[in-house]
Structures are given as C-alpha cells and as structure tokens.
C-alpha cells in the first residue's frame, strides 16, 4: 500500500514514450521509499502493454480493457482512475505532461482535491517542516518546475493531501530498464463498468486526423539548431545541409519559428520540445531561458554567435565567435574534407 | 439559441517580454516591473465568445476574473472588445491560492451567476503556464469539458461541435451544453478594442475603485462591472487562499546557468578545421 502509481497513456496500441521514462522515474522513487510501483493503462486493446511496462520495474499493472476506450476522452478516465486511486492509496501519482496529462490530471486531482504540480522537470524526495505547525514531514515528493516563462524554478511540496500528483515534461526523465525483457509481474484486469457510468461517454470523437512525426528530433544524437540570429529563411537551409551531413536533426528558437525560417514542429525550449543530445550546435542563438530550458542537458554545446558575451555562451562547451553564413560553409567544408 | 457565455480571464504579468528595467542588477527578475496583461489565451477564449455571440444574437457574454482591485483593467479591456460585463472576485482569502483553491473560488462565482450555457477559457496563463484552473472547474461545476480547443465549429440545439489540438493531429469531437472550453493560442487572435465602446465603457469601475475616489470617476453604466467578495458568493473559507491550497511553495530559485569553461574560437579557417579536426578525433560527430 501506499505505493507510486503511474498513468501510462498510449500512442496506438503502444505505451507513449513519456510515460516508459516515468516508469524509469518511478522505480527510483519506489526504491528509495521502500515501496511498489504500480502502473495503469486504459485501451481498447491492450494484448501488446505488459510485455513494454514490465522491463521498466513495475510491480503491479492495472488494465482497464473495453472498446469504448479506443481513443482516450476525459470523463471515463478520469471515473476509472479516482475509483482505482481510492482502491490502492498510492502516495504518489504520476502522469505526463502531454495533452492528454494536462487534461486527465486535473480533472483527477480536483476530484480527489489533492494537489498536482504541472510540467515539473525534476522529481526528488526530501523532508518538510510545517512552519506554522513545527511539524517534520519525512520523503515528501518534491516537484521542481519552472514558472514566470521559465525565469524561476520554484519546488513544489503537498505535505497533507494524498496522492501527491505531478505531471512530467516529454524527454526530462532518462529511459532505464531494470528487469529482463521477459519479465512479467502482477497483471491485474479491472471491469470498466464497475468503474465507470454511461453518462462518462457524453464527449464523441467524430474525426481524427494524426500526422506522423516529421521529424526524429527528440532522438537524434545531434541537433543543429538556429534562432532568429541566423538572419533569413536562406541561411537556415544551410542549417539542414550541415545536418544532413551530421545525420542530425534540425531545431529552431520560438523567435526563429515566429520569423518565418522552420516550422513549428521542430520548436526546441519551455514550450516546445526539450532535447538531450550528444552534440547541441546553436547557431545564431543568443540563449533566452526559455529556449536554454529545453536543451541545457545536451553533452556538447557548441555557439554559432556573433556576440561574444551572448547567454549561451555561458553553457556552450565551445564558442565560435562570428557569422553563421560565414561558419556553417566552413563547417561543412572541413568536414567533407576529413570523411 | 441565445447563449449565456462565462469568459475566466487572468490579468498576469507579461513574462514574454522581459525588458531591461525588469531585470535586478544580479540578473533576476523583478517580477513587479513587469507591465499586467491580459493573458494571451484568454483573450483567444474571448473572441471564440465573441464569434458566438455574433452567429447567436441575444447571447450575453460576462468576463469573470479573480485577483486584485487592479485585475479591473482587463474587464474594462474585455469591455472594450464586446464583452457585456465584467466581474472582479476579489477577497484577501483568496491570496495565495494554488490552482485548486482558485477554481473552488472561480466554481462559486459561476454558481452564483447560475445561467450559462458554456464556460470558456485560455487553455493556460503565462505566468504560471499549468493548464490546470480550467478543467478544475470543470470539475468542481460537474461539467464536462474539452481542452486544446481552436476553433468552435457548430452549435445547435445544445449540441457542441469543436476541433481540438492533439499534439501531433486534430480531433473533431461533439458534445452536450454546458460545458467547459478551454482555448489554445492557435485559435483566431481577438479583435481589437471598439472605439465606440472605448468611449462607452472607459469610465466604467469597480465599487471599490469608486470608494477611494480614483479621479472622481463615476461609471457610465452602473450595472456593467460588479465586485464580489467571498461571502457574496457563500464560499467556505477554508477551501480558499493559502489555506485551501494542498500545495505550498518550498523554494523558489532564480536561474543562474552552470557557467562552463569554453573554448574560445573565432571564425578563421584555421580555428574551424581544428575545431571539426578535434570533434571527429574524440568521435564526438562522424
């Protein structure tokens, strides 16, 4: 009892990325409490699930499997999870932040008037004393998020209400494996309709239409990335023929994105995508917090920037001080050269 | 049909542009010189209620806000854009509210409006950037709700019909009235203030604005603003403000980056090859 619960949503008939690295998150989190990781997963088929969440630690999975659970919808998750959670008391609740989180959580947590930190971008255990009351609150989840456009970093505590609910950003939380691929712990089948009542199914899905993923950003080894400083939509091209070169994957600012050079798709930062590659080039970048947010873990930062003191500078592992159109030709040259 | 429309707005500090009299000398912020803004989104929720009203005539749009006396500025800004009304949930319980004890607040001011067809809202505010006020509500008025809204498509016989953003796609989905809408940036960008209206409503105030004297003003229609405490709108006192919060801020931290050591290259060709000489020889690209 009192174990670490987490919401694994789908993409198809698959467990969505965000919620394989929450697991990872979770198993920590449940080691060092001493506790059960639990999962849950709602679908209208959901043969392919145990055999994905198992090797990321979980103890105990929770299937909800009916057909009317194709494509998710807020009020008959939102029945099931309240129900399960007032079932299992776990003292933590994880989601990710993704559309389909940051509709479920608070619906959930509003239900069950706990209280839920959103986007956080680390999760930590730590202690508490109540100021007013000198009361010591041992390992109480400490949900660390930024706010104010990503300026501050503020840690979020719920020292009384239970579970203590957070949602996690895409790409923060690093993928581990703990067990053997065939691997297979405590499945658990629920009725939905034990859960749920048909007045939950008042929103109908009329359309979809899903794009497949252009881009293969969040994966690649290494992004070459332009902000407004590349100057025009001709000299960012040449930002996707060094990464052709690179077998790299092209990213923008919001600011390089709001002028017209890329499209929205490829938005790296707070509001965009947050990546970790091998090797991050910044190319024109002068380095707003919001945008140093969403790659600040990547291993090696090389600065494209005509201004030598520009913030990124300050976390970049090499600086090249000068013009892109005058650095990247030169980068692709020698490059060619030495392959 | 003639729809009764709820429009929740935040007035919040503009986080986007952060000029340099914002700025402490230590390179942190200075929240409080920020200019307040009526956050984006909820202005995109507002030309949906906007759009509504016009295709629907006879509907009524009221602009619900909670924060201080000055918050007044964006019923008057909503006003000026077609708004009908405009109420300020003001109360010095509510301070410190996480989001939960907020849509308590915000749940029972609806209530005490009573009549509505459709609550709307931005899909989030830019200083806090949760997401979360507007399905909490949802929630609280036992309301259902849809999200990443960005464009209302039909509305008839209290039947709605909306297309909402899903990350990689769009979802058209259909749904009973009343309900929830909350509305994300790439719905269409509110229209501008009405000069006619402008004229019309910039005296209008708030009672407690009257009662300090601020110029003498008077409004020019008594009944358009209104300002409601907690006990107007028999809240439960402890289910607001810092108190009613589940969660308490522990530490807050301005970002100050990990200074690296970096190599300083400029843009000769000698620096560049030995710059890709180096990172192919440690195998870091190639």
């Known amino acids: 009892m009192n174990n670490i619960l987490v919401y694994c949503e789908l993409n198809g008939n698959n467990v969505a990325g965000v919620s394989l690295e929450l697991l990872s998150k979770g198993r920590s989190l449940a080691d060092t409490l001493g506790v059960q990781l639990e999962a849950v997963v709602l679908g209208s088929d959901l043969s392919a699930i145990a055999s994905q969440v198992f090797p990321y630690g979980v103890d105990t999975l929770h299937l909800f499997e009916d057909s009317r659970l194709e494509?998710?919808?807020?009020l008959p998750h939102t029945s099931a999870i309240c129900k399960l959670v007032d079932e299992e008391q776990p003292q933590i609740f994880l989601m990710g932040a993704t559309v389909i989180g940051r509709d479920l959580a608070p619906r959930v947590s509003s239900t069950l008037k706990s209280g839920l930190t959103a986007d956080c971008t680390a999760l930590e255990l730590g202690d508490y004393e109540?100021?007013?009351?000198g009361e010591k609150i041992e390992n109480l989840l400490y949900s660390v998020r930024p706010a104010f456009g990503g300026n501050i970093v503020a840690t979020i505590v719920n020292p009384y209400n239970r579970p203590q609910m957070a949602t996690v950003r895409e790409g923060v939380m690093p993928l581990c494996k703990v067990r053997p691929d065939d691997y297979v712990g405590n499945v658990v089948n629920h009725n939905l309709a034990d859960y749920v009542s048909d007045s939950d199914f008042v929103v109908q899905i009329?359309?979809?239409?899903?794009q497949e993923q252009k881009n293969h950003l969040k994966d690649a080894s290494i992004v070459v990335a332009g902000g407004y400083g590349v100057g025009s939509k001709e000299n960012f091209d040449k930002l996707f023929t060094l990464a052709h070169l690179l077998h790299a994957e092209v990213g923008a600012t919001r600011a390089a994105i709001d002028a017209g050079f890329t499209t929205h798709d490829r938005q790296i930062g707070q509001t965009g995508l947050t990546v970790r590659p091998k090797v991050y080039i910044a190319c024109g970048i002068s380095g707003q917090v919001q945008h140093i947010a969403g790659m600040q873990q990547s291993g090696i930062i090389i600065s494209v920037n005509t201004d030598p003191d520009a913030p990124i500078n300050a976390i970049a592992d090499y600086v090249i001080t000068g013009r892109v159109e005058e650095v990247l030709p030169k980068l692709i040259t020698f490059y060619q050269q030495k392959i | 049909m003639k729809l009764n429309i709820i429009v929740l707005?935040?007035?919040?500090?503009?986080?986007?542009?952060i000029g340099e009299q914002a700025?402490?000398?230590?390179?942190?912020?200075?929240?409080?010189?920020l200019p307040a803004i009526f956050n984006p989104e909820d202005l995109n929720a507002l030309e949906q209620a906007l759009l509504l009203k016009e295709q629907n005539p006879g509907s009524r749009i009221t602009l619900?806000?909670?924060?201080?006396q000055r918050a007044a500025d964006i019923l008057r800004e909503g006003l000026y854009r077609g708004a009908d009304e405009g109420i300020l949930l003001t109360d010095r319980a509510f301070a410190g509210a996480d989001t939960l004890a907020t849509s308590y607040a915000l749940s029972a001011a609806i209530n005490k409006i009573g009549?509505?067809?459709?609550?709307?809202?931005?899909?989030q505010a830019i200083d806090g950037d949760t997401a979360q006020v507007g399905p909490q509500v949802a929630q609280q008025l036992g309301l259902p709700q849809v999200t990443y809204v960005r464009r209302i498509v039909t509305i008839e016989d209290n039947r709605i019909v909306v297309e909402r953003s899903i990350g990689n796609g769009v979802e058209t989905v259909a749904a009973p009235l009343p309900l929830l809408l909350t509305v994300d940036g790439s719905a269409a960008p509110c229209r501008p203030r009405n000069a006619y209206r402008l004229l019309r409503y910039h005296r209008a105030a708030v009672p407690s604005e009257l009662s300090v004297g601020e110029n003498g003003k008077k409004p020019a229609d008594e009944s358009v603003l209104k300002e409601w405490s907690l006990a107007d709108v028999n809240g439960d006192a402890s289910r607001c403000g810092l108190g009613g919060s589940p969660t308490k801020v522990r530490k807050v931290e301005n970002i100050i980056f990990q200074v690296k050591e970096s190599k300083r290259l400029t843009a000769d060709d000698a620096d560049i090859k030995a710059l890709v000489g180096e990172l192919l020889a440690n195998h870091t690209i190639g």
């Open chain 1, 130 to 133: 109540d100021k007013k009351s």
């Open chain 2, 115 to 123: 009549e509505y067809d459709i609550v709307l809202c931005g899909r």
């Open chain 2, 9 to 17: 707005a935040k007035q919040v500090p503009d986080t986007r542009n």
């Open chain 2, 64 to 68: 619900l806000t909670m924060g201080p």
């Open chain 2, 23 to 33: 700025m402490n000398a230590d390179g942190t912020i200075n929240r409080s010189a």
């Open chain 1, 71 to 74: 494509y998710y919808t807020t």
């Open chain 1, 206 to 210: 009329l359309e979809r239409h899903v």
